[in-house]
């Protein structure tokens, strides 16, 4: 049963926290990407990896970090240096075949920061 | 100008009722290009790519027009559960540049 896998579904976090979004994928995808998401707004790239060992800066990732250690799996640390973490975190992942390169979501994780 | 523009919706319908949306992209060397369903509070689901030649799947028509870089979605016959966001994607370099638009949202009433 291939997809992709986001824990926890939902999170909470006290202001001053470091806390990290898990992402698993077993589609033998090369790329990997998150996003954030707020109410009523499209999707922000945070941060993207086409390769283990390799990421590169999306639009926001300011108050982000990542890290691509094995093909599978792509975490998301939210630091205390992000001001304004509230909000829906999407996964995806893609095969970056030329002409095949649609993404696949995960399920999400909602961050509420109290 | 943003990247990707939709319209903004939000388009209320009644059941049975054809709906159009449209979604323009301002960098002309976009490669690919798609159409994502959301629904509330869930992650976004590929509805469908969009070809060159325009393509169709059941109820649903994507064209694609490259010389006003625009895209387009045609929804026939709606049904209670087209109720969603769509989500107009453009691709630039078949690599990491996924750009989404901001979506427009579709109810179909009974």
């Known amino acids: 049963d291939g997809g992709i896998t986001q824990s926890p579904k939902y999170l909470f976090r006290k202001e001053g926290q470091n806390v990290t979004l898990s992402c698993e994928q077993n589609l033998n995808h090369d790329a990997m990407y998150w996003y954030r998401q707020d109410p009523g707004q499209g999707l922000r790239l945070i941060y993207y990896s086409q390769i283990v060992n390799d990421f590169q800066k999306g639009d926001i990732a300011e108050g982000y970090s990542v890290s691509r250690e094995k093909k599978e799996s792509f975490p998301l640390t939210v630091t205390s240096a992000q001001k304004n973490p509230t909000a829906f975190y999407l996964c995806?992942?893609?095969?970056?075949?030329?002409?095949?390169?649609?993404?696949?979501f995960g399920p999400g994780t909602r961050l509420t920061v109290l | 100008r943003k990247e990707v523009e939709q319209d903004p919706g939000p388009f209320n319908v009644p059941e049975g009722a054809t709906v159009a949306f449209n979604c323009t992209y301002s960098?002309?060397?976009?490669?690919?290009f798609f159409w994502y369903r959301q629904d509330c509070r869930k992650e976004p689901k590929l509805l469908m790519s969009v070809y060159s030649s325009g393509n169709e799947d059941g109820r649903f028509t994507a064209q694609l027009n490259r010389a006003s870089q625009y895209i387009s979605l045609l929804i026939r016959d709606s049904k209670l559960s087209d109720s969603a966001t769509y989500l107009c994607v453009v691709n630039v370099d078949y690599g990491q540049n996924f750009v989404f638009g901001p979506g427009t949202r579709l109810s179909v009433l009974p």
């Open positions: 960098n002309s060397a976009s490669q690919s």
């Open positions: 995806a992942s893609s095969p970056r075949l030329a002409g095949n390169n649609e993404q696949f």
